[in-house]
Structure formats: structure tokens, C-alpha cells
């Protein structure tokens, strides 16, 4: 810089200084109130919009995929798609070194490589128009980063928006800057508008283009009636086969392996004295196979429960039968029926089925194929279906519910289908329910239900 330069800015700050503009107080003012309004649209959005809650962390699941927080995602979507370069591809270290390296390298270099001094932006073309491309293509790359890399057509788009035009407008850019003595800014400019305006068109045609998978939100309990509440349901589903409905199974009955085997109640001071939260979650999660409980967690079975999952068991354990716990107010398993009122599958029966029925009644178990997942399976599934018909009280299903076993037609001396629940039956008003939701007609939906005419009290039992 010389001296005729140094005496044009010394004169230029003298007279910004005549203006009264000071650091302090004058600017660290202007700083304090720019401060002020982001920490301001921090708080509303923290109150106001949130972030969902997820499920705890489990260093057992190794289905999990680890992703980067949300500020590193363009890095992470610039790997996946400097991988797809053939040869170059194969050495992660340039992309996750060397590159990020020399762009950090350069914002600290670019004050001695552009030594312009003047500051207007008319004057930084440079500088201006690779930290706008570089700003455009960590965006663009951020909004990308859960679209799949591939040889796709998705995949080409993401590269050539990602990866080829930018890179090809930062050699450009070097190249007009350095090759001339008076490089061009209206073409440095242009070059820019242009690089940013396809980058942008990339994104958007990739993000038109590609169907995301739906995924299905992860529920997360975070009231304690949430959790006993999860923990009952996921008890209902995993282990109510075998320790029954209140885990006071002493003899396991109905289950193919186990029929006859001598089991320790769950629900006593034996257990629930003796073992706390972490041993119980553990026996749970590692099994006792010597006593023939499989393990549950992740870690021995893909398919098992999260260690978020266990916990609400045991939460509900500890709630439900522990009387050292005080349980709170819990809601009802379904809401109460009035007087002719008909219940519907979604509201009443649904519940029902998840805490007593669908640990024996899905695929995988022996149950004669008849499955309770969804509406579609009561009347469709089953090696004798139909268990259950409309209007009909005398539906299989609702004969072996009110403790009626179905003889075997080729040998009355044997059980076509066995008293369900095996272990435990089911309360009078359960089973009241199920008579009344059948005479009706099975409605589906309480809009169903309430379209009905008022339904006939069920016969006693």
C-alpha cells in the first residue's frame, strides 16, 4: 500500500470520526441491538416452534445411522457425493481434509491474495462472488442431504448441482481475476448470478423430482403417565404372553415351547424388591435363556425393543406393581360406554386387542394364522375364518372370549380353539364391549358407530 493510499483512508477515518461514528459507544450499540433481536427470535422460536422430542439414544442399535447435526450437513452431503467420483471417490481423506482444509485456508489467505483496499463492494468482486457461491452451495447442499446419492438421474442432478458448477465457476472466477491485469467484474458478476441461478434450479429440480420415503413418526413419552402408559402397551405386545396381563403368571400355558413351565411372578416384592431399575432393564434386554426368555434389546435381536422402549417397561413395572411407586392418575384403557351406546373398532376395541390379544395374535406366532393387527385381520385372517361375524353373538371368537372352548369336529376329545385369553380371563365389561360392537355390526370409526341405530344390551353370559 502507499503512501497516497495510506493518506486517503487516514482522511477517510478522520472524517468518519468527525461524523461522531465511534467504536464505543456507537457501534458496540448498534452490535448490542443486532445481538438483542437474534437472541429475541432465538426465544420465540424455542417457544413457540421447538423441536420435536426423540427417542433415547442406543448404543446397541446397530441399525442406526449416525448423521451430523444440522450446521454440518452440506459437509456431509459434499462426501456423499465426492464419493461417487470414480477413483477419487475411493479416497475419503481429500474430501474430508484436504478440501475443507484448503477453503478454511483461503478465508484466512484471501486479505494477502486480494490486497484491494478499498472496501466498498463495488470493489470486492472477488472476494464477494466466492463467498456468494460458496453461501448458495452449503444451502443447497444442506437441503439435499436426505436425498440419496446414486447413478441416478437423482443422483446426476445433485452432482452436477453440488459438485461440478460450482467448482467450475470458482476456476472462473481464479482465472478472470489472475489472468489479466484488468479483469472484467461484469463478468465476474454474471458468472456468479449465473452459477448461484443453476445451483438453485439443481436443488429444486432434485427436490421435485425425487419421492421421499413416508417415515413414521417416532412417538416419544415425555409425561410420566406417558411412559407407564407406553410401557403397559409395549408389556401387552412383548411379554403379557408368557407373565400374563399382571405379571402373575406362575405356569405359562398357551405358549409353544413353554407350555407347562414353572415361572417366579414379576409383579412381587421377589422382583421388584430385589432388582432395580437398571437390573430389570437389563433382564429384559439380555434375556435369561436358561429359563427360556429371549433377549429383547437390540443388541442380540435387530428386531427388539430401544433401550427408550425397556425403560418405559420398566417405568411401568415399577408404577403399576412396585408399592414403594405411587401411581398417578392414569386414563382409562377406552373411554366408558353409555347406556345403548355402541362402541367403535377404532375408539374401544382397538385398545383392547393391544393389551390382551396381539402378543399371541400377529405373524410369528402359533396361533392358527389368525392375526388381530388391524380391522382388515379380525374378520379375514385365521386357518378357521371367519372368527368374527357381523351381527352374529355366536362368532367363534366371541365364544372362546366368554370362556367356551370350540370342539374339534373330527375329535370331540380335543380343542378346535382353546378359552382365550389362556392365562387369565378377560373382565365382564371387556367382553361386554366385544358383544355390543359385534350385535351393531363392527363398526370401524366412532363416525361409524355413532350412525347406528342405539344397540341392544348384550345377553348376559
Known sequence: MDNETKKKINQRYQHELNRGERFWPDSIFKDIIMVSAIFLVLILLATFVGIPAEPKADPSDTSYIPRPEWYFLFLF???????????????????TVIIPGLAVGLLFLLPFIDKNPDRHYSKRVLPISIMGILVVSMISLTMLADVPTGLTTVGYLQTAGGLIVPGLAYIALLIMAFASKN?????MIWTTIVTCALMVGFTVVTLSVYKAPVVEEIAVATTLEEQIQAGQDLYAVQCSECHGEDG????????????????????????????????????IAYGRPKAGMNPFGKAYNPEGLSKGEIDYIVTFMRYVWDDRFEKPVMKPLYPALAEGEIPSYDVHIAPIIKRYCISC???GKDNNDFWMRTYEDLATTGDNAPNLVAHDANSPMLVVIQGTAIPDPADPT??????????????????????RWVQAGMPQTAADAAALPTATPAPKP
Open 77 to 95: 452431503k459434499f462426501l456423499a457425493l465426492y464419493g461417487q467420483i470414480p477413483l477419487l471417490g475411493k479416497i475419503e481423506w481429500i474430501a
Open 183 to 187: 479483469p472484467s467484474t461484469k463478468a
Open 248 to 283: 402373575k403368571v406362575v405356569k405359562i400355558e398357551g405358549v409353544k415351547g413353554l407350555e407347562g413351565k414353572e415361572i417366579m411372578a414379576i409383579n412381587g416384592t421377589d422382583v421388584l424388591y430385589t432388582l432395580n431399575d437398571a437390573a430389570l432393564a437389563e433382564v
Open 361 to 363: 395374535h400377529r405373524p
Open 414 to 435: 380335543q380343542n378346535l380353539v382353546g378359552v382365550m385369553p389362556p392365562n387369565k380371563p378377560l373382565k365382564a365389561d371387556i367382553i361386554d364391549v366385544f358383544m
